[in-house]
């Protein structure tokens, strides 16, 4: 029988020895305090009875854009909807604002105006635009995680429990910290955004008359009785033929992050970070796969005209891209679109196409506006440039351009393409 050395033993009993005194060592904590951006929560009853009307005001942090029956519709980013009188372009006048809490977007079918206002879809009538009125709501629409919905679990950090998060503020933090590993005693969160991702909406493909137009920017539209609405990685349908009543349908699952929809030709084109997706609509309430086209990570609105699509990518954006570009791709087999030629751009945000010209708002670089007849020559085409505006998208209506940026509201008259003449202007104005 083999027996331990004395020097084994020894090592053995110290290493026991020791072990046993870290296992009975007491964790020493410290009291720190910090600055820390904190959610300022709004009880969810409070939330939803939250959507009305108010005096016109001033436009502060304006997003997407909207236009029906001579009235524009623009977004007050998480805060509501600016209703302006545009019966004359040149002389806009502020008809009222419509307070959604978490509103990015709308869509407005016959006088139903559709908005998110963050978790939830409301319906509101615009009847009497100087008057809305809230007349269907559903609620969790858009959640942050897929139904069942636990409002007692953190999602993103945030503890809907508390309500929906309307802002964030600076305060002084204290908490106890471990001194050896430096973590709380608390379950740590992470916040990973403001609420709920935003959605929006597109240009309508048929019935004008009932429906309305926006900008590129857009992720939700209106075909017939059906809404289709950009969740995260979802393609959501809702049945929107009667109001009240509401209803939720399919939820198409795909397998990437889509920024954009557009529709054309009673299809969809969705643009997303890494390329452009269509979907038929030849049965509305399940569309079906077409295709796809495929590019680099990038934030990319769609456009549509005939047998191309337009497509900008940007850099500097959650998309993780690093391309500026304009790319025309040939949609002509819609089940095998593939490019035609890519432009260099500065930082291409929204842009829109009427009869061959086409607006580009290149961000910083100001609106850009092209003939692209040709395709392949479009920056030999340009017709105008004005650089010294901060441009988000655009809306050309017959003869009409609505663009919207950090400067405010922007209206020109392209009728005469030699010489585009400047109608009015809002302009942001911060308090």
Not at 72 to 88: A, C, M, P, R
Not at 199 to 225: E, H, K, L, Y
Not at 236 to 264: C, M
Not at 320 to 349: A, E, R
Request: hydrophobic residues 40%; contains cysteine.
């Amino acid at each position: 029988m083999k027996t331990l050395n004395h020097s084994l033993l020894s090592f053995l009993f110290l290493f026991a020895a020791t072990m046993l005194l870290n296992s009975c060592k007491d964790n020493t904590y410290e009291e720190i305090t910090y600055k820390a951006n904190v959610p300022v929560y709004m009880g969810l009853d409070e939330f939803r009875g939250a959507v009305k009307r108010t005096s016109p005001m001033s436009l502060e942090n304006p997003g997407k854009i909207y236009f029906k029956d001579n009235y524009l519709f623009v977004n007050e980013y998480h805060k509501g909807v600016h209703i302006i009188d545009n019966s004359n372009p040149s002389s806009p006048a502020m008809v009222a604002f419509l307070e959604i809490p978490g509103n990015v977007d709308i869509a407005i079918r016959n006088n139903i105006l559709f908005a998110d206002s963050f978790i939830d879809l409301v319906a509101i009538d615009i009847s009497d635009p100087s008057n809305p009125v809230e007349v269907d709501r559903i609620e969790d629409a858009f959640p942050n995680v897929l139904p069942p919905i636990d409002y007692t679990y953190p999602v993103y950090g945030l503890d809907f429990s508390k309500g929906v998060v309307i802002g964030w503020e600076t305060k002084d933090v204290t908490e106890v910290v471990d001194k050896e590993t430096g973590f709380n005693n608390n379950k740590y969160l992470e916040f990973d955004g403001l609420g709920v991702p935003s959605i929006g909406v597109n240009q309508v493909s048929i019935s004008p008359s009932s429906t309305g137009i926006s900008g590129s920017m857009a992720r939700f539209t209106i075909n017939t009785d059906y809404m289709y609405a950009i969740h995260n990685n979802n393609l959501k349908v809702f049945n929107i033929a009667s109001t009240p009543g509401i209803t939720t349908g399919n939820v198409i699952g795909l397998d990437r992050q889509v920024e954009t929809i557009f529709p054309y030709d009673n299809k969809l084109f969705l643009g997303t970070t890494t390329g452009m997706m269509v979907y038929d609509l030849s049965s509305p309430a399940t569309p079906a796969f077409l295709s796809v086209f495929t590019h680099i990570n990038s934030c990319d609105p769609v456009v549509v005209e005939g047998n191309l699509a337009y497509v900008t990518l940007r850099s500097g954006t959650q998309c993780n891209g690093f391309t500026n570009q304009l790319d025309v791709v040939d949609i002509s087999s819609i089940t095998n679109p593939f490019l035609v030629k890519s432009y260099p751009m500065f930082n291409p945000h929204g842009l829109g196409i009427d009869n061959h010209i086409l607006f580009i708002c290149d961000g910083d670089a100001g609106l850009k506006v092209y003939n692209a007849a040709d395709p392949m020559n479009i920056h030999m085409n340009q017709l105008a440039h004005f650089p010294d505006i901060k441009t988000y998208d655009v809306i050309p209506y017959n003869g009409l351009l609505m663009m919207i940026g950090s400067n405010g509201l922007y209206q020109y008259d392209y009728s005469n393409l030699d010489s585009l003449q400047l109608l009015s202007h809002i302009p942001v104005i911060i308090p």
